[in-house]
């Protein structure tokens, strides 16, 4: 009786070497993607800072912060 119930569990086979494949490839695209998300938003940044000039702007006023 043992042996009928490790029938199924020997019959069942890991493909390690695309498990390894897959694994790397799959951690290289996300690294080489956040690398790239990291680079696009760093470029935005500088960017987004020249704005187009459409004539005299008024100037920036900062608001102190309020206390209770």
């Known amino acids: 009786t043992e042996s009928y119930a490790y029938l199924d569990q020997s019959a069942f086979y890991y493909d390690y070497e695309t498990l390894r494949t897959t694994g790397v490839i799959l951690g290289v695209v996300m690294f080489v993607a956040g690398i790239l998300i990291a680079l696009s938003k760093k470029c935005k940044c500088s960017k ?21």
């Open 48 to 68: 987004a800072s020249k704005s187009p000039v459409e004539g005299p702007q008024p100037p920036k006023t900062e608001v102190p912060p309020q206390t209770v």
